[in-house]
């Protein structure tokens, strides 16, 4: 069975500083997929960031940054120099290849707060 | 950019009741998916839905709910008799199914129901 570990529950920086949201996974599945969403106060899922399980490169979008390690089952988020507007929950989120429908399986989320 | 659109945005019913949530899929989408989040807790996978009929559902997704595609735009979830537990946020989803788009699930915005 697919699971998502989240175990921070919530985190509070200072705007500038960098921080780390840990994502642990589990899946007996050889193929499968890695995400993170955001999802502000105002509700909705922000789709952030899609990995496949056959490719391990770590990747950079702006202050974003993903390190994905099979070898620990961990696909962590680090945001660099964090804003007040990165204040958010943040979602770790797996799907397996095998399952036809591809479902997703959410971890229980980091809340973010970063203040001035 | 395309994007999911979900109505309404907040019901409030009254116990018992029957909800019907609507939901536009991105157009060239082939996977629908049905989500929901208690306030304050995980997102939870309620159902998907392909080539016309339901491809997995969850322990959640029981007999008072049911899913329709009755046109080649909407898609909708109806719960038959609302119960009190039922108040949460629901998230429609789809996803595009073609090889290349790495089995990213996008989200509307979301309906907030309240049972009350």
């Known amino acids: 069975a697919q699971k998502v570990t989240q175990a921070q529950t919530e985190i509070s920086v200072v705007e500038k500083e960098d921080v780390t949201l840990d994502c642990v996974y589990e899946?007996?599945?050889?193929?499968?997929?890695l995400f993170w969403y955001k999802q502000p106060p105002s509700g909705e899922l922000v789709f952030l960031i899609r990995r496949n399980s056959f490719d391990e490169q770590n990747e950079i979008s702006g202050r974003y940054s993903w390190n994905f390690q099979k070898s620990t089952s961990s696909f962590n988020f680090t945001i660099t120099a964090s804003q007040v507007v990165d204040s958010a929950v943040y979602f770790c989120a797996l799907s397996e290849a095998s399952r036809g429908g591809n479902k997703l399986t959410f971890g229980t989320g980091t809340q973010l707060k970063v203040e001035l | 950019e395309p994007e999911v659109t979900q109505t309404p945005s907040h019901q409030v019913t009254q116990m018992g009741q029957e909800v019907i949530l609507r939901c536009v899929p991105i157009?060239?989408?082939?996977?629908f998916y049905w989500y929901r989040q208690i306030l304050g807790q995980k997102v939870e996978f309620l159902v998907s839905?392909?080539?016309?009929?339901?491809?997995?559902k969850s322990e959640i997704f029981d007999d008072q709910f049911s899913v329709e595609r009755p046109d080649g735009s909407n898609f909708t979830l109806k719960i038959r008799s609302t119960k009190l537990e039922d108040s949460a946020m629901y998230f429609c989803?789809?996803?595009?199914?073609?090889?290349?788009?790495?089995?990213?699930?996008?989200f509307g915005e979301g309906s907030w129901l309240t049972v009350v």
């Open positions: 157009s060239n989408h082939l996977y």
């Open positions: 839905f392909y080539n016309n009929e339901i491809s997995e």
């Open positions: 899946t007996r599945d050889t193929t499968y997929y």
């Open positions: 989803a789809s996803k595009d199914g073609a090889r290349n788009s790495g089995n990213t699930i996008y």
